[in-house]
């Protein structure tokens, strides 16, 4: 029975460092804040605020303070989507006319491009595209209408790449600013 106990302890012992350890990983230091987000559920109810950190965590902020440059929704219904039976593939393609019909787009070259790049990467229909532009920084918040997940993606957008900055469970992004 001593040795029982003393291999559920030993267990148990081992178990709770290595919480603290992930504990400690998760919320450590060698991260630091570089943007604020101003985030509201889909239906544009309950605003929050975020930091989100340069190891791609989020953090609740404890007000929404300070002037956050707000997002440039984009119509989802410039975006369709098709499927190729034959090869079993979904792409989307982009309704020109109507992305011209916005003037806050349509008239900056690099959100073309971003838009551009999202049609051509993206297997699934774009539900929410919010861009940002934070000095000569550009962003994108994404959502897909995939599945179950009710996640987004905030991109950063430089040298015609797109770089993954975070990802929020639910909800959505419409102001963003950075952290200094």
């Known amino acids: 029975m001593t040795k029982r106990n003393t291999v559920i302890i030993t267990v148990f012992i081992i178990i709770v460092i290595m919480g603290l350890v992930c504990l ?8 630091s804040p570089i943007l604020e987000a101003k985030v509201t559920s889909d239906n544009g109810g309950n605003f929050s605020c975020l930091k989100i950190y340069t190891n791609k965590k989020l953090r609740k902020a404890p007000s929404v ?9 984009v119509d989802p219904q410039i975006f369709h989507d098709h499927t190729d039976k034959k090869n079993n593939f979904t792409y989307l393609t982009l309704d020109k006319a109507e992305l ?3 003037q806050r787009i349509s008239s900056n070259p690099t959100f073309i491009k971003i838009i551009n790049n999202l049609v051509k990467q993206s297997k699934h229909l774009i539900v929410i595209l919010n861009l940002f532009k934070l000095d000569n920084e550009y962003y994108a918040f994404i959502k897909y209408n995939a599945g179950l997940s009710d996640e987004g993606t905030l991109y950063k957008y430089s040298s015609d790449k797109l770089t993954k900055v975070c990802t929020l469970d639910s909800g959505k992004i419409v102001g963003l600013k950075k952290v200094k």
């Open 24 to 31: 400690h990983n998760q919320y450590s230091s060698n991260s």
């Open 65 to 73: 303070k300070g002037r956050f440059i707000k997002a440039i929704e």
């Open 100 to 102: 011209n019909r916005d």
